[in-house]
């Protein structure tokens, strides 16, 4: 290996002398913890021979020519709306803001599925972004989007076995009575696409959400939920079975918006990898705005 220690546009740049995969070789070569190493990787802060390359297991060959990042700057990608938590030649997860569509719908342009096509066409990789799963407009949070048709087939078809624990954040409307339950109902829209609950069976889906209050006011409660199923609106609709509804919620809310938004987070979303079955954890952290409320 050859170093040179100058920073060109704060990058510090290496010479490849003998083959390797990118992250052994990286590990081996660099200063500094595994952790921050692969966080450096994952973070879009590693280039050879002038392109990014997130891919953990890329194969490096002598002559090549590796920048590292001391910002973990990406030149490729710049969005308000959506943040890139990880990336690899399979799947990207990203952390969405609140006001942008997970996918295209009727004429509204903006959504992350073509802001992260926009990025892999810009930083030169020949692939995009297949929608997995969902989260509304204005419902914020980790999404995870695959990058080939095949690794889309098997998130969508095995989602159920593939993803291990998913969790929202929110804040409701009034002070909840109890510290955990679950609660479950049946799930199904009415012709003006209003999802509506019964205790019984409607001929809709079977929905079932446990709950765990972090925190209480007289006015608000924040609240952990994690889905035993993933169905429409099922975290809005059992909030508002319980007599708490999500704030800022004007489709099932009761008029109660401390900070103008839907207070909906999507904040953990654990799974097994579709094709390396490694355990893929992440967690973002909770809104600034939601937890003010409870200083």
Known sequence: ????????????????????????????????SKSKIKSTLQGRGIKVDGKTVTQFDFPLKAGM?????????????????VKIVYED???IVVEKAVGILSMAAGHSSLNVKRVLDDYLRKSGQKCSAHVVHRLDRDTSGLLVYAKDIETEQILEHNWHEI???????????GEMEEDEGTISSWLKDNAAYITYSSPVDN?????VTHFR?????????????KL????????RVHSADMGHPVCGDVKYGNGDDPIHRLCLHAYVLCFWHPITR??????????????????
């Open 163 to 173: 993803v291990y624990d998913r969790r929202y954040i929110a804040v409701v409307s």
């Open 213 to 225: 209050v972090l925190n209480r006011t007289t006015e608000h409660s924040l609240v952990e939920y």
């Open 89 to 91: 030649r399979y799947l």
């Open 228 to 235: 035993e199923t993933g169905r429409k609106n099922q975290i």
């Open 278 to 295: 490694e355990r893929m954890e992440f967690e973002t952290l909770i809104p600034t705005s939601f937890r003010h409320l409870f200083k």
């Open 203 to 207: 001929g809709g889906k079977y929905a």
């Open 65 to 81: 020519k590796i920048s590292v990042s001391k910002s973990k700057r990406n030149d490729f990608f710049k969005s308000r709306y």
């Open 1 to 32: 290996m050859i170093y040179t220690n100058n920073l060109q546009n704060d990058y510090s740049h290496y010479v490849v002398n003998s083959e390797a995969p990118l992250l052994e070789w990286l590990l081996a070569n660099l200063k500094g």
